[in-house]
């Protein structure tokens, strides 16, 4: 141990870790399996992911899925002190989050900002959070009664949420009913869960030349061996053929559909590292004569990458960025392909 517990603050992923080894080792139970038991099914919670770890232990730092709704329950939880109803699930003194000892997390954006067993407290607004990946939140406001819970694909701005909830609220007891809002505000779900389609650039020449070609790679970090595109096909879509730098890691082909109508096509889960048994949703646009864009997001992760494929002198580049992190990202160029 670098410090006695709760003295100094250190985002680490790997702490989080074996605190599901130290729970599985005192309970002889996989952490997912033990709040399937003690959590999820007091809760009526019925439907998640949650990654494991190479070991087959269930990950501590995070990939657990779950709906919003199902997320809330979870924050209502604690709301009630541990309780749900009329039944204890968690000791009160744990769920008293705003009582426990903290350590002060030197964030940049909020001086205050502290943490305690795993939740990130915000003392002088009386607030508490779970964060999870790329805005994922689960925000508790015992002052006000009320959990909040957001999805995202991009970093959250806790202080834009605490003063937006906060602001809301506009009483303490119930306000009068209002069907106009009750009622805009269900068009606006409706509306939201419809995909709208986004603007497509013309389609190049250079895409009936090279559909159906195959370009090939010298070895990369992304254990890419090949790739084929369909452009010019009814189906549009990427051929993949990957290998494991790992012995007898995956290896194998993979297709993945995109959609070139401005629609995201659904692919099968995938199969390969980094990112096993998540399922893809791409389209694509082109950005000028030589280069594809293709938007890609994993379904239910928060995750969204952009792929450039540039087709210059029989050549293929590939290069690909985080849309929240433009600054990572990796690069690799084919043999001749065309």
């Known amino acids: 141990m670098a410090h006695a517990p ?13 605190v599901s080894a130290v729970i599985t080792k005192l309970t002889g139970k996989l952490v997912e399996d033990y709040a399937r038991e003690r959590l999820f099914a007091p809760l009526g919670i019925t439907n998640w992911h949650w990654d494991r770890d190479p070991q087959g232990l269930t990950i501590g730092d995070g990939m657990l899925t779950l709906l919003p709704r199902d997320m809330a329950k979870i924050g209502y939880l604690y709301l009630r002190h541990g309780e749900w109803e009329g039944k204890r699930l968690i000791p009160s003194g744990w769920a008293e989050v705003l009582n426990h000892k903290t350590v002060n ?13 795993f939740f990130w407290i915000f003392p002088q607004r009386h ?40 602001g809301a609220v506009k009483s303490e007891s119930a ?43 010298p070895d990369n970090d992304f254990g890419l061996k090949s790739l084929t595109v369909f452009l010019a096909d009814p189906h549009p879509r990427l051929e993949f053929e990957v290998y494991s ?10 297709e993945m559909p995109i959609g070139l109508d401005g629609l995201y096509r659904k692919g099968s889960p995938w199969l390969f590292n980094p990112n096993p048994g998540k399922i893809p949703a791409a389209k694509g646009t082109w950005l000028n004569g030589q280069t594809l864009v293709i ?37 690799v160029d084919s043999e001749q392909g065309y």
């Open 6 to 18: 709760g003295e100094v603050y250190n985002y680490s992923n790997g702490d989080a870790d074996l």
């Open 105 to 117: 997390m030197h964030a940049p954006e909020d001086p205050n900002q502290s943490y305690s067993n």
């Open 127 to 166: 607030v508490y959070m779970a964060t999870g990946l790329r805005g994922q939140l689960i925000a508790v406001f015992p002052d006000l009664d009320i959990v909040a819970v957001t999805t995202a694909r991009t970093f959250v701005s806790f202080r834009a949420l605490i003063d937006g909830v906060s």
């Open 175 to 217: 306000l009068p009913p209002n069907p106009n809002a009750v009622a805009a505000l269900a068009n606006a779900i409706k509306d939201a869960a419809v995909e709208k389609s986004t603007a497509v650039g013309p389609t190049p020449e250079i895409a009936s030349a090279i559909s159906g070609k195959a370009f090939k790679f």
């Open 245 to 254: 730098h790992y012995p007898n890691g995956p290896s194998g082909t993979y």
């Open 295 to 331: 938007d890609l997001q994993y379904l239910g992760y928060g995750e969204q990458r952009e792929l450039f494929l540039s087709f210059s002198g029989g050549k293929l580049n590939i290069r690909y960025a985080n849309t929240d992190r433009p600054d990572v990202g990796a690069s």
